[in-house]
T-cell receptor, first 113, second 113 residues
């Protein structure tokens, strides 16, 4: 299994500002994923981050709002830009390890005021 | 798009009782994953299923990959207070060229001591 850490674990941000969330994996992985979990809801995939190429965004998510970096095989960042209260969610980093198993980080709990 | 129906939404059970929850899909999956999420944490992978009809156990947890490839269930035997949390099913059809996991809406389990 992969061990995934995220920073920060939580933050309270002002409307209109941006927050960058960091994700670190303890081994090299090809694919990293970013998910959003709105309060009381299930997980929704934001984008897939591949090293050496641009992230692939899911319907409803755009690069200007959620820019992603993937500088190497163990690290990725997700920025939530120009935040509004609707962006208040848990943001989760995830990766596949080995076969089809997929693992998640502890999440970043974001509150936008 | 693919949809997963997970039931029940929530359940209250007495400590020591067995629990069963299930997921059904509108389309075929070739991987089923079951996760548990504790408050303030990321989802933790419990069981992964890769073949139709597969029955896999992890301690007191047992999960099965339905024969039709459109459903899966998770059983917890002899529940204990630390089983409390939200259980998510997730499916993937990588044969369609997608690595995306589709998540159910979760089953919130409460255990009464």
């Amino acid at each position: 299994s992969a061990v995934i850490s995220q920073k920060p674990s939580r933050d309270i941000c002002q409307r209109g500002t941006s927050l960058t969330i960091q994700c670190q994996v303890d081994s090299q992985v090809t694919m990293m994923f970013w998910y959003r979990q709105q309060p009381g809801q299930s997980l929704t995939l934001i984008a897939t981050a591949n090293q050496g190429s641009e992230a692939t965004y899911e319907s409803g998510f755009v690069i200007d709002k959620f820019p992603i970096s993937r500088p190497n095989l163990t690290f990725s960042t997700l920025t939530v830009s120009n935040m509004s209260p609707e962006d208040s969610s848990i943001y989760l980093c995830s990766t596949r390890s080995g076969g089809n198993e997929q693992y998640f980080g502890p999440g970043t709990r974001l509150t936008v005021t | 798009g693919q949809q997963l129906n997970q039931s029940p939404q929530s359940m209250f059970i007495q400590e020591g009782e067995d629990v069963s929850m299930n997921c059904t899909s509108s389309s075929i999956f070739n991987t089923w994953l079951w996760y548990k999420q504790d408050p303030g944490e990321g989802p933790v992978l419990l069981i992964a299923l890769y073949k139709a009809g597969e029955l896999t156990s992890n301690g007191r947890l047992t999960a099965q990959f339905g024969i039709t490839r459109k459903d899966s269930f998770l059983n917890i035997s002899a529940s204990i207070p630390s089983d409390v949390g939200i259980y998510f099913c997730a499916g993937r059809n990588s044969g369609a060229g997608s690595y995306q996991l589709t998540f159910g809406k979760g089953t919130k389990l409460s255990v009464i001591p």
